[in-house]
Structures are given as structure tokens and as C-alpha cells.
């Protein structure tokens, strides 16, 4: 296949970036999306330029680095796909497609299309966890959970971070990937101790980073390539709401 | 020099046990002014550095990725493995001990694989509490599941991502310790060499991936958790980024490397599609628990697997070892796999494939049971070949997934460099010459969670003294301008080929020589590659862009520097073994029908390889094994 690609350049996070276009013309079907980039850089290496910098490193669609913004849409046009997990055989010979960083005040660019997501780990930081030290756990199998709670709590924590949600959204809000956590932890026994200050501690945080309010378009959803559910945002909302009654 | 595995007096069941008792604890209050910096944080250095944390120690963790959430381990799939006896089918901490013994066919030391039995247990209920959402059954109890080399079900899992699960356990508990500040985290960086002070580890040299500055690092000692080095391979199921660098500036620097040729082929993963290919993906073993592999009984078969009658297949797994059937351990499959194709019976493009076939299952459980064992795996098989493999088997081929081989280190999981530990992948580990499933994952927690904590007191407890030393030190200054040096040197060779094009090259030698089986010509052959290799990268690489700022192949170009270097040290290690044991295969070793031929009067040890300079031949250090506890037999899955 022939490809064009328009592909955003930026040094770093100060000076201003532009797209830039390249052409390829030997793209195989059964290459993946960020295969096609390895092609592309390793021929701007021949020609002396500067490849182009992007994250990535599972390639398994698991480790949420990969994150490329590909015709107006994070992750490209496949839904429940990551970028890694992308194929050339879902594009046409002779295609043009426009590549882009996640934009967002709260993820700054580092390089081209690498951005700086760690507002994603001082959330978690600020409370997506359950205070346990290590050797205080009882048995396993002491505190039974029905079934349903632990697949609905599975579902909330199949969140990869890639921050995808954040990238779709016009107010960068990063509530889906918030209440996927305190989804997670609030379904399950272990995470009822610290349920409504955990809430409260990581939406402050979510605030505080930059992150813009949740009008409820529904963008995320469509976009998170785990499918994580708006139900989280909405059980996230109500523990917040009587999180903050109780006070 | 004499190897001393400091293992402790007493009998094997008592040995940890008594150990812990009795080891010297440093106080609270100087646990404060003990700084410890952990290099690696997946499971092995995420639970480490948490754990020291809570216990009150100063921490700096270091990870290349942009995130702790992101490391390699979070790929794992399958599962698990604890000695909890759930299913009450009669496992306990003394059969994990053996199977995990046997599986690596008997290449482990006995005290630390039966510590990590026991453990093993602990580790499940950690993760429980901490909301690891594991699997669990309708009356809302945990559920287990079979995995191969055994004969009971033990293996915890959370879907086909149990590694996700685990490891967002173990970085939350970081995470945690990173909010309290009693661990300071450096992601986005990667370390580039140890520093060593008056015979200790002192602390790091590392490269801040972002602004490219060269940074260093004091710790009273320096854990090290950086995972496998399987992508020597070039093509593995490891992540892009996984690599050899901290173990192996740490080998230069005087660490012992054991067991470097020991690594693990996985019988089951998605087949090269051609030469773009970036990696290969893993489709987990327990998919052995339900599907059935098979060939073609016919050579050079070219119809539709849905066209070939049952009589026609050849379950050769099920022929060859009755009593495992498709539960052989990996090195077994994995061998069986490439005998058949090798013998021409390979199905798919490139004949360098078997079929793993779940309409047996399908028939018998139903598509619905299938999908929520495996629903997820499928979806990833079909994203990458654009199959479905509820209509059409698999096609997997064995890939590179795990490398058993890695510092080596003694009963505390100190290194031959005192004040320096290895944990998890890292280490030589407790897996012998084959890893178990779901053995890799119960390890790296283990180290973090409940070994390594505590056996690291033994050194600190006697460095309560020892003040913070300040990184204008001389050394500090030596290990940095030797990096910096470096750098600039493969900065300026402004040569014409990409760094992939070596790593490449590599690849395919250590594949070829070094991977599912050896032999001593091949071997020899591969050497002599490896050292063109070698010289060609240093004279024809072009690493592109500047050295201070973000750079992916002033990285990559780092790493595959060390790389090259490691894969003449497998060759060497993969030479002077004159045995065959779990996936080291020497051609020249084998039994009549095939089997791996041990020998255990010549080479019952662990190969502990010194370096000795660039251009010097390393040399070999052994550390007896000594089995007290099990029989060593010849392994029988048939
Ligand atoms: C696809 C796949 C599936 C698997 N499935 C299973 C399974 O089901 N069950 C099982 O038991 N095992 C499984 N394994 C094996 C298991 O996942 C790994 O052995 C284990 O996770 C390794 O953990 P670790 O903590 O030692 O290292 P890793 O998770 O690899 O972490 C390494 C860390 O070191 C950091 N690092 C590396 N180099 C540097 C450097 N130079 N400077 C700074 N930081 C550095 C990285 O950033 C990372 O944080 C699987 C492996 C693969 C590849
Ligand atoms: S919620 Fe979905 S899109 Fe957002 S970070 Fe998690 S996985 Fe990515
Ligand atoms: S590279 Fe890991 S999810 Fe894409």
C-alpha cells in the first residue's frame, strides 16, 4: 500500500510544532500502525533526519504507553484498540492520515507525539489505593465477594491509563479514567474503609492537575479503548456526593 | 573465587523460617536515614520499593517508561501460581517446591525454591487485599486453574490479565509510599551504570530520558528489578523497551552473570507475518488447557484445517506424552513444535506453525465458557492475524518469553557486588533450566513483598553508621564520565546503518545458535558473528539527534550496545555445558526418542561467568547444587 502521513513535529515543550508530511510506499496489510512508523523512522534515520519521537513499548495494546491521536481520533478508527493494536489491513491504498499528539493542558508535550501523562499518577497517588502494608493481609479466601461485584470491579480496573478519554474529550476531563479507579475500589469490600476520602482526595487532585469538568458528552466511552463504562463516572459522582453529605 | 550461597543451617521447611527469626534488624530510627534505591519497578521492584517504603526506609525507584504502571509485567496474562490448595486436590508448599524443582530439571538452588513455596501463599492474599479483582467462582471464592509441567490447579488468575492486575496492586502500594514521600520516584529515566565505593554499591549513574541530563544517584545499597533480557532476540514477547543494560554494567563491574544461555522458549505465540515484524505476542499457556495442538499427519498438507478429517491429524502431544498430553512444560512443546516443522508437517504461509485447535472444547463447554476464559486472547489473536479462532485454530509457533538467566545471587539475593541485589526476571533465579507458568509472576513478588525486605537488612543493619556519601565523590565522578564518553562516542560514529539493523543481525544468530537448540559447531560459528557484529555497530551506527533531550535511539542504540556483548556471553555459557537440560539443548545430548539427556555427575551447577575486560575471555565460576530434598531423575512427561 501507499500511505501519506501528516505527522505533528514539535522539539519540545517550548518551541512551536508543525505537521509534516512523508510518504510511504511499501506498506504491508498485515503491519501494525506503530510498524508503520518503525518503517518511517528508520528511513528518516537513513536520510539523515530526526525520526519521529512516540511512545510505545508492550505493542499488546496492555501497557497504555502507546497513544497517538490518528484522523481526529485517539487511538484511530477502531474502537476497543489501542494504537499498537491497529492494522494497516483497516486503511486503503493510497490513504492520507493525519497524526497527532493527545492535546491537553494537562498533559504537556515532551517530542512530537510524546506527551507527559504522570498527572495520571499523582491522582493515583492522591489516594487509588487500599492502605494495606505488606504481611498485614488476612486469608484470601477469608472475605468471599459474589461474583458479580468482583467482574463489575474487574471491568473498572481493566483501565490501561493511556489517557485516551482525556485526549477525546473538548474539556480534557479525566473523569473516566478517575472513576475507573474509585470504581474499581469501591465495589469491593477491601476499599470501603477509605471509600469517601478516597474519592474526595483524588477528584481534588484531578482538579488541582488541570484536568476540565465533565459535561457528560459521553466522547470517553466511545474512545477508551478498554471500554470502560460511563457507569463509573456516574457511581463516581454519587460517592462523591455523599462523600461530601457526610462531612 | 569461592561462591557462597549463604544458605542458612537446618532442615529445608525450617530454613526461612529460622532465618528471619534470627536476622539482625536495623531500628526505625535509623531505618530513616537508610536510603535504598530500587531500579526497576514491575512487580519485583514495585513491591520492593513499597514495601521498603512502608517498613521506613528512604527509596528512590527508577523505570525508563513514563509510568511505574507500565512495565513489562503488566503484559503477563495467564496467572499465578501459590501453594493455597484451594481446590483441595492435594498440592502444598512441599509440591510446588518439587514441581518448580523438577519443571526447571534440577538446575535451581533447593533452599530458595522452597522459600518461594512458601511464600507463595502470602502473596495471593497481599494482592487480595489490596482489590486485585482475581477470578473467583459463583459461591465468591477465588478461582484456580490448571497450568502445564503440573498435575494440580493452583494458578490464581484476573482473566487473560493477571499481570495487569498484579502489578496495578503493586504500583498502587508504590503509589501510596509516593504520596507519603517516603519513596521518590524517577520514571523516565533509565540507569546507565553502578557506582561502587570501597568495594560496596553506592548508588547509580542514570540518563533523564526527557532533558537526556546524566544524573546521579546515592543509595546506602541499590536493588535492581529490571526484568528479562530476551530481547537479545531481537524479535520476543517481551516489551520494546525490556533490556540488559543494568545487569550487565553491573556483571562489568565485577557481578557475577549466572546461567546466561538459559532461556525460555514459549510453545505458544502468534507466528512471523515477515520481516516488519516489531515483536511477537504471546498467546498465554493456559490455552493448553482447552485447545489441542496438532499437525497435519500428511507433509507439506495444504488444505483448510476444517478440511482435514480427524484421522488425518496428528495430536502429537498427546501421541508422544500421554500422561501431560498438551500440559507438557514449555520446553517440551516448544521442542516438539519445531521437530514437526522442521520434519515438514507445518501448516499456514511460512510452515512454521502448528495448529491450537479449541473445537473439542467449544463442542464439549460451549462458546459462552470458552469466551470468558479466553474471550480477551481471542480478541488479541484476531486483531493481529484478522482470523477468528472460534471458527478456525490458531496458528502458533514457539517465541522467545523468558530468560531464566540473570545475576547471580546468594540466599539474600545479593549479588557477587556487596550492598547490590537482583529481584525478579533479573536474577538467576528460582527456575533452574525451565520456568513453570505462572511461576515468573509468584517470583517477582516474592523477591519485592517478602524476601527481599528482609534479607536486605543483613547488609543495611551493619551500614547504620554510614552517612550519606555525597555524589561529588570521586567515583560518582569516574562512572559518570565514563557514560558521558560513551554516549559521545557513539554520537560521533555517524555511520550509515540504524541501530535496529544490528539488533536485527544479533537476533538472528542468537536464534539461530543459541535458541531452541545448540550445538558446539553452531556455537563456535555464532561466536565469530557476534564479534563481527560487534565491530561493525562501532563503526557504522548512526545515531541520529542530539544527546541532551528526549532521543529513542540514543536509547535503543545504548541498549543494544550491551546486547551484542551479552549474546557472545550466552554463546560462551551455551557452549560449555555439555548437557541438555529444560531449554538448553545441545544436539549432541539427547536420548534416543529425542528427550533432553542430563547429566548430573558433570553438570549439577550453576555457571557463574566473571568478566574480565573487553576483549578477555570471561570466566567460569561453579556453584554446586546440592539436592537433599528430591531425587533427581530423568523428567518423565510421558
Ligand atoms: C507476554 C508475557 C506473558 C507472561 N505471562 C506470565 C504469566 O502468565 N505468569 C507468569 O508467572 N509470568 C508471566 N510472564 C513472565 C513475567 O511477566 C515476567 O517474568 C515478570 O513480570 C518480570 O517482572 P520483573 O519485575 O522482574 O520485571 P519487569 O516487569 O520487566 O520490570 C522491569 C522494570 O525495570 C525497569 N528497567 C529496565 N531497565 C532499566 C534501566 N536500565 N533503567 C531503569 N529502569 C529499567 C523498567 O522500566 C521496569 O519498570 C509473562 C511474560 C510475557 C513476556
Ligand atoms: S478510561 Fe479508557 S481511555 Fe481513559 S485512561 Fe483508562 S483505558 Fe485509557
Ligand atoms: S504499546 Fe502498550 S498499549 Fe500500546
Given amino acids: 500500500m501507499k500511505i501519506t502521513l501528516k505527522v505533528w513535529r514539535q522539539q519540545n515543550g517550548k518551541t512551536p510544532g508543525e505537521f509534516k508530511t512523508y510518504q510511504l510506499n511499501d506498506v504491508s496489510e498485515d503491519m501494525s500502525f506503530l510498524e508503520m512508523f518503525d518503517i518511517l523512522n528508520d528511513d528518516l534515520v537513513r536520510k539523515q533526519d530526526e525520526p519521529v519521537a512516540f511512545d510505545h513499548d508492550c505493542r499488546e495494546g496492555i501497557c497504555g504507553m502507546c497513544s497517538m491521536y490518528i484522523n481526529g481520533r485517539a487511538h484511530g478508527p477502531m474502537t476497543g484498540t489501542t494504537t499498537c493494536q491497529l492494522h494497516m489491513r483497516h486503511f486503503k491504498d493510497g490513504d492520507t492520515i493525519v497524526v497527532e499528539p493527545w492535546r491537553a493542558t494537562a498533559f504537556p508535550i515532551i517530542k512530537d507525539l510524546m506527551v507527559d501523562r504522570s498527572a495520571f499518577d499523582r491522582v493515583i497517588q492522591a489516594g487509588g489505593f487500599v492502605s494495606v502494608n505488606t504481611g498485614n493481609a488476612v486469608d484470601a479466601n477469608s472475605v468471599p465477594i459474589p461474583k458479580q461485584d468482583a467482574d463489575k470491579a474487574f471491568d473498572a480496573a481493566a483501565c490501561i491509563g493511556c489517557g485516551a478519554c482525556v485526549a477525546t474529550c473538548k474539556n480534557a476531563s479525566a473523569m473516566l479514567f478517575v472513576s475507573a479507579k474509585v470504581s474499581q475500589l469501591a465495589l469491593l469490600p477491601q476499599g470501603q474503609p477509605e471509600r469517601h476520602i478516597r474519592v474526595k482526595k483524588m477528584v481534588e487532585i484531578m482538579d488541582a492537575e488541570g484536568f476540565g469538568n465533565c459535561t457528560n458528552t459521553g466522547a470517553c466511552e466511545v474512545e477508551c479503548p478498554k471500554e470502560i463504562s460511563l457507569e463509573n463516572i456516574a457511581r463516581m459522582n454519587r460517592d462523591y456526593l455523599v462523600a461530601n453529605i457526610a462531612d | ?638
Fill in chain 2, 1 to 638: 573465587m569461592k561462591l557462597d550461597a549463604k544458605i542458612p543451617e537446618g532442615a529445608i521447611a525450617d530454613k526461612w523460617t529460622k532465618y528471619k527469626a534470627t536476622i539482625p534488624l536495623v531500628n526505625p530510627a535509623n531505618k530513616r536515614h537508610i536510603e535504598v534505591i530500587v531500579v526497576g519497578t514491575g512487580l519485583a521492584g514495585a513491591a520492593a520499593a513499597a514495601t521498603l517504603g512502608e517498613m521506613g526506609y528512604k527509596v528512590k525507584a527508577f523505570c525508563f517508561q513514563d509510568s511505574p504502571r507500565r512495565a513489562h509485567s503488566i503484559a503477563a496474562q495467564g496467572g499465578i501460581n501459590a501453594a493455597k490448595n484451594y481446590s483441595n486436590d492435594g498440592d502444598s508448599v512441599h509440591r510446588l517446591f518439587y514441581d518448580t524443582i523438577k519443571g526447571g530439571d534440577y538446575r535451581s538452588r533447593e533452599a530458595n525454591v522452597h522459600r518461594l513455596a512458601e511464600v507463595s501463599t502470602a502473596i495471593i492474599d497481599q494482592c487480595v487485599a489490596q482489590g486485585v479483582p482475581f477470578a473467583r467462582e459463583y459461591g465468591g471464592l477465588l478461582d484456580n486453574r490448571s497450568f502445564g509441567g503440573v498435575q494440580v490447579s493452583r494458578t490464581f488468575y484476573a482473566r487473560g490479565q493477571t499481570g495487569q492486575q498484579l502489578l496495578l496492586g503493586a504500583y498502587s502500594a508504590l503509589s501510596r509510599q509516593i504520596g507519603r514521600k517516603q519513596v521518590d520516584m524517577f520514571s523516565r529515566h533509565e540507569m546507565l551504570d553502578v557506582v561502587i565505593i570501597d568495594g560496596k554499591a553506592r548508588g547509580i549513574i542514570a540518563r533523564n530520558l526527557v532533558t537526556g541530563e546524566i544524573e546521579r544517584h546515592f543509595g546506602h545499597a541499590v536493588v535492581l528489578a529490571t526484568g528479562g533480557y530476551g530481547n537479545v532476540f531481537f524479535l520476543s514477547t517481551n516489551a520494546m523497551g525490556s533490556n540488559v543494560t543494568s545487569i550487565w554494567k553491573a556483571h562489568k563491574k565485577g557481578a557475577l552473570f549466572g546461567n546466561p544461555c538459559f532461556t525460555q522458549i514459549h510453545p505458544t505465540c502468534i507466528p512471523v507475518s515477515g520481516d516488519h515484524q516489531s515483536k511477537l505476542t504471546l498467546m498465554s499457556e493456559s490455552l493448553r488447557n482447552d485447545g489441542r495442538i496438532w499437525v497435519p499427519k500428511k507433509q507439506n498438507d495444504t488444505r483448510k484445517a476444517v478440511d482435514i478429517p480427524e484421522e488425518e491429524r496428528d495430536y502429537y502431544l498427546e501421541r508422544r506424552y500421554p500422561a501431560f498430553g498438551n500440559l507438557v512444560p514449555r520446553d517440551i512443546a516448544s521442542r516438539a513444535a519445531k521437530e514437526r516443522c522442521d520434519a515438514g508437517y507445518g501448516v499456514g504461509t511460512s510452515k512454521m506453525a502448528v495448529y491450537l485447535d479449541f473445537s473439542d472444547s467449544i463442542n464439549r463447554l460451549g462458546k459462552k465458557v470458552i469466551e470468558a476464559r479466553y474471550g480477551n486472547l481471542f480478541e488479541i489473536y484476531e486483531k493481529i492475524t484478522g482470523e477468528d479462532p472460534y471458527t478456525m485454530p490458531m496458528r502458533i509457533y514457539p517465541a522467545v518469553h523468558y530468560t531464566m538467566g540473570g545475576l547471580w545471587v546468594d540466599y539474600n539475593l545479593m549479588t557477587t557486588i556487596p550492598g547490590l541485589y537482583a529481584t525478579g526476571e533479573c536474577n538467576f533465579s528460582d527456575h533452574g533450566a525451565n520456568r513453570l507458568g505462572a511461576s515468573a509472576l509468584m517470583q517477582g513478588l516474592a523477591d519485592g513483598y517478602f524476601v527481599l525486605p528482609i534479607t536486605i537488612g543483613e547488609f543495611l543493619s551493619k551500614d547504620i553508621q554510614t552517612k550519606a556519601i555525597p555524589t561529588d565523590h570521586p567515583e560518582f565522578e569516574k562512572a559518570e564520565r565514563e557514560v558521558k564518553e560513551k554516549i559521545s562516542r557513539m554520537m560521533s560514529i555517524n555511520g550509515t546503518q540504524p541501530v535496529d539493523h544490528f539488533h536485527k543481525q544479533l537476533g538472528k544468530v542468537i536464534w539461530e545458535y543459541c535458541g531452541m537448540s545448540r550445538s558446539a559447531e553452531g556455537l563456535q560459528k555464532a561466536k565469530k558473528m557476534v564479534q563481527e557484529i560487534r565491530a561493525d555497530f562501532w563503526k557504522n551506527v548512526r545515531v541520529p539527534g542530539k544527546a541532551d533531550g528526549m532521543n529513542p535511539e540514543l536509547e535503543k542504540a545504548l541498549r543494544v550496545a550491551d546486547f551484542i556483548e551479552l549474546g557472545e556471553l550466552m554463546i560462551d555459557d551455551a557452549y560449555s555445558r555439555n548437557e541438555s537440560c529444560g531449554g538448553h539443548f545441545r544436539e549432541e545430548y539427547q536420548t534416543e526418542d529425542g528427550e533432553a539427556l542430563r547429566d548430573d555427575n558433570n553438570y549439577a551447577y550453576v555457571s557463574a561467568w566473571e568478566y574480565k575486560g573487553e576483549n578477555e575471555q570471561s570466566v567460569l565460576h561453579k556453584e554446586e547444587l546440592i539436592f537433599e530434598n528430591v531425587k533427581l531423575v530423568q523428567r518423565s512427561y510421558k
